[in-house]
């Protein structure tokens, strides 16, 4: 077993500020994803990395920045914060082999 | 376009009844899986396949990657079943997966 780590749960910003949120996970999983869901809605793909140093855009990727440190840690960067912007943060891994999908807790995001 | 369309948007069953919910692809996807997001937003992973059926208590998943369409049946519903199902589909050689916008469960006594 094993568990993924979103880190700040709650993150309340500014509008214009650079936020960062912060995933870790101890599965030991090869791909990394962060996606985005408003409320009531689905999950939006924002970017996503197959291996350390690797970096994919998803769907929704203007607007945000990633970076994969190393092969346990991804995080996302919001590059300038909309104002009454509100939405949680989803980072999720799987195996190279591309099997199930497990997910974080997410961190939810308000920006005044 | 949506390459996942969920349907119905929304369901309500009553306790010890069952339904499907279903995933129509637009285009060629290797594999589907399945989720449920509970009420404190938890996402939860029911079931992956790349082909056939797969069963797990009161759930049953099917993918037919050939007409491009998957199914989940819920049979005896409980309370407890009640949240968000979301399958979430990918073309094969690519690690992309995408979400459709779900299916809001609501089971009654």
């Known amino acids: 077993g094993g568990i993924i780590t979103q880190t700040p749960k709650f993150l309340i910003g500014q509008e214009g500020q650079k936020l960062t949120l912060k995933c870790q996970q101890n599965f030991n999983h090869d791909t990394m994803y962060w996606y985005r869901q408003d409320s009531g809605k689905g999950l939006r793909l924002i970017y996503y990395s197959i291996t350390e140093n690797d970096l994919q855009k998803g769907d929704l990727s203007e607007g945000y920045d990633a970076s994969r440190e190393k092969k346990s840690s991804f995080s996302l960067t919001v590059t300038s914060a909309q104002k009454n912007e509100m939405a949680v943060f989803l980072c999720?891994?799987?195996?190279?082999?591309?099997?199930?999908?497990?997910f974080g807790h997410g961190t939810k995001l308000s920006v005044l | 376009g949506d390459q996942v369309e969920q349907s119905p948007s929304a369901l309500s069953l009553h306790e010890g009844t069952g339904s499907a919910l279903r995933c129509n692809f637009t285009?060629?996807?290797?594999?589907v899986q399945w989720f449920q997001q509970n009420s404190r937003g938890s996402l939860i992973n029911l079931f992956y396949l790349a082909s056939g059926t797969k069963e797990n208590g009161r759930l049953k998943s099917t993918f037919n990657s050939k007409e491009s369409y998957s199914t989940l049946h819920i049979r005896d519903a409980q309370l407890e079943d009640s949240g968000t199902y979301f399958c979430?589909?990918?073309?094969?050689?690519?690690?992309?997966?995408?979400f459709g916008e779900g299916t809001k469960l609501t089971v009654s006594s």
């Open positions: 285009t060629t996807m290797r594999a």
């Open positions: 979430a589909a990918e073309q094969g050689g690519s690690a992309k997966l995408i």
């Open positions: 999720a891994s799987r195996t190279i082999s591309n099997e199930r999908l497990f």
